[in-house]
């Protein structure tokens, strides 16, 4: 996986000494440098904006081209929006950059404009799904607050991900804080209290895809796909 790299840069023009605080990017996703030509959206999250305000979005290539795409909220996300892709967008080989556009109001009324950029390149499609029977868990010990790991076999998509995955011990639904490393391939989450021993189940919607939207491998018919593990 090659090494994440981010290029933001906020551009604020006419902002007076003193003024509110900005919008901050939180992160876009992908986080990767290198993307599937196939990809379905890219994301951007914030921490905070003005309801009713949703940013702007333009993919531009190494020659100069751009071409805006629809950006819609992120459905139980605050401050996320997705830029929606089509086929033909991308080219295998090629460079490109994403710029999201976010105006908001300065406590002075001034209109002020945040752009942030991301530059990324595209590789080979990818037609195959992700496989949770791939996925490796690092079960901890009983009695501990150690993390829980779940590494993907595949990058996967960071604003599904975010209501995708439940986990289950022998006392029922595991209270804890997830979080999403490694370019979208490893889950990890921090139990609030001590692992019990005993049988486990990550519970996987299958809803959840990669990010060219390959939705994720499941039995025909299931409402959604387990991972049982035991902590001992």
């Known amino acids: 996986m090659l090494r994440t790299w981010l290029c933001a840069a906020l551009v604020f023009p006419g902002l007076p000494a003193g003024g509110a605080s900005p919008p901050s990017l939180r992160g876009f996703y992908p986080s990767a440098d290198l993307v599937s030509e196939n990809l379905t959206r890219l994301g951007a999250c914030y921490s905070q904006v003005e309801d009713g305000k949703p940013p702007r979005a333009a993919l ?15 459905d139980g996300l605050s401050g996320c929006y997705a830029a929606q892709m ?3 967008n991308l080219r295998a080989g ?15 009324g001034e209109p002020v404009l945040s752009r942030q950029r991301k530059d990324f390149r595209a590789g080979s499609p990818d037609r195959k ?24 076999d595949e990058p996967l998509d960071y604003l599904l991900l975010q209501r995708s995955l439940t986990l289950l011990g022998p006392a029922g639904p595991v209270a804890g804080h997830p979080g999403i490393t490694k370019e979208e391939t490893r889950w990890v989450f921090e139990p609030e209290s001590p692992w019990l021993a005993g049988a486990y189940r990550l519970v996987i919607a299958p809803t959840l895809t990669d990010l060219a939207g390959n939705r994720v491998m499941s039995t025909p018919g299931a409402s959604a796909v387990s991972l049982r593990f035991q902590v001992r």
């Open 60 to 74: 531009e290539d190494n020659r100069g081209h751009a071409i805006e795409l629809p950006v819609a909220p992120v």
């Open 86 to 88: 089509t086929r033909g």
């Open 94 to 108: 090629g460079r490109y950059s994403l710029v999201f556009t976010l105006e908001w109001t300065h406590a002075a």
């Open 129 to 152: 799904p992700p496989d949770p029977k791939r996925w490796r868990i690092a079960v901890p010990d009983p009695g501990t607050d150690d993390t829980l790991t779940v590494d993907f």
